[in-house]
């Protein structure tokens, strides 16, 4: 009994001088027969459950990751297609699109958020590189190297065998979004819907055609990178929404997709939508 006391008093004094060596820690660590035991104090814990909170409450990213649409365009009266006796200046080669290949490609690596109030109200913003993909249904060609640029129909010898399979206009922009999103809920970004509304402002750092057609049976492959006169600069309005990690998405320019007076007659428009993968 005298044995148990004594090593009982031992220990308690033995914890108590380690105590004193390490108060600067917040963790006491013992060792007793092979166990360790660990006494944290309620700091850390708090500490620690602040973290996570804090974790937890940083997932509210909705613009940052990778978006996949649909590119169109439309004219200055929003419309896709028009009647064949009112396309005084053909712009129904432009308008009209497969669009299953015209794609629209945005990758959103960086993301900032503001909190104006808690994680229901934040100012978005970020960097992100977007290539636009417009697939002409029409055999035309823009002519490169011109101070205007239009479409230029392709007349085809049905006795050459020439069948054309793909001809795409495409641009790539470096963006910045400025969005106020709204959320239902503060702490947990999984169980929130959000909102998001603003303007993407981008600059064009490549632009290029891309023909692809079969003569005679062989395929052949035509790509030209020219500027095409489409404007250097290119900004409109965004709308994002869903749900959680779920976020659909829609951009409409403001600025035509050529400069003024060097491209079609009447300006065009892009337009795209889609999903977001949010990292």
């Keep these: 009994m005298k044995k148990i006391i004594l090593l009982t008093v031992v220990l308690l004094v033995s914890i108590k001088i380690f105590a004193q060596q390490h108060k600067e820690e917040d963790t006491l660590k013992i060792k007793w027969k092979g166990s360790r035991i660990w006494i944290f104090d309620d700091k850390v814990l708090a500490k620690d459950s602040i973290k996570k909170q ?5 997932d509210f990213t909705h613009w940052g990751g990778f978006d996949v649409g649909i590119c169109a365009l439309t ?12 396309d005084a200046y053909n712009l129904n080669y432009f308008l009209d699109l497969k669009y299953n290949r015209s794609w629209y490609f945005s990758l959103n690596p960086f993301e900032k958020s503001i909190h104006l109030y808690k994680n229901y109200v934040n100012l978005i913003s970020g960097l992100g590189i977007e290539w636009d993909s417009y697939n002409f249904r029409s055999n035309i060609l823009l002519n490169p190297d011109s101070s205007h640029t239009n479409a230029t129909t392709i007349k085809i010898d049905t006795a050459s065998n020439v069948r054309y399979i793909k001809n795409q206009l495409k641009a790539t ?12 809920n ?3 970004a999984h169980k ?5 509304a603003g303007m993407e402002f981008g600059y064009k750092i490549d632009s290029w055609t891309k023909r692809k057609f079969e003569i005679d049976g062989s395929t052949y492959k035509a790509k030209l990178h020219d500027d095409y006169n489409l404007s250097a600069f290119k900004y409109g309005i965004v709308v994002r929404a869903g749900y959680g990690g779920f976020t659909v998405f829609a951009n409409y320019s403001l600025s035509p997709l050529f400069s003024m007076k060097k491209g079609p007659e009447e300006p065009l428009y892009s337009l795209s939508t889609g999903i977001t993968f949010t990292f």
Excluded: M, R, V, W
């Design 75 to 86: 004219t200055t009266t929003n419309q896709f297609q028009i009647p064949t006796s009112d």
């Design 54 to 58: 804090e974790k937890k409450k940083g």
């Design 186 to 188: 503060n702490s947990d």
């Design 173 to 184: 922009y470096i963006k910045i979004p400025l969005l106020i999103e709204l959320n239902t």
């Design 192 to 196: 929130s819907f959000h909102l998001a």
